[in-house]
């Protein structure tokens, strides 16, 4: 996904406060691309532990960057943070293992300084 443009691009501040916020564009995204309201609510539990995983590590005052590829019957999502020390989440976690359940493809890539977690979803298939 990263090697494409993403089809809709959000920044918000990282800050919890505004995971709402994603999370309606998540739903709103996915409902246009006529996923069943079980994925739709699945991405959305998704792109918050995704998020979570990322924003202990942001900067202080930084923006989270929301990048969302849409496909038929497809959402790939990318969230990306600035951070001073950035570790990749382990994946022997509670966390990981929930968010490997609700997805069909996840990762998380540590830049210098950026850490991004990369989720899909394809609509009607079982995670």
Known sequence: MAE???D???RIPADSAYLSVLRTVTAGLAARLDF???DIEDLRIAVDEATAMVLPQTVPKSDLSCAFFLEVGRLGVSVTAIC???RPPSQEGFAWT???ALTS???ARVGENTLTVTLSRVSGVPA
């Open 4 to 6: 494409t443009r993403p």
């Open 36 to 38: 069943t309201l079980d």
């Open 105 to 107: 493809s996840l990762d």
């Open 84 to 86: 001073d020390s950035p």
């Open 98 to 100: 929930v968010l490997s």
């Open 8 to 10: 809709v691009e959000l």
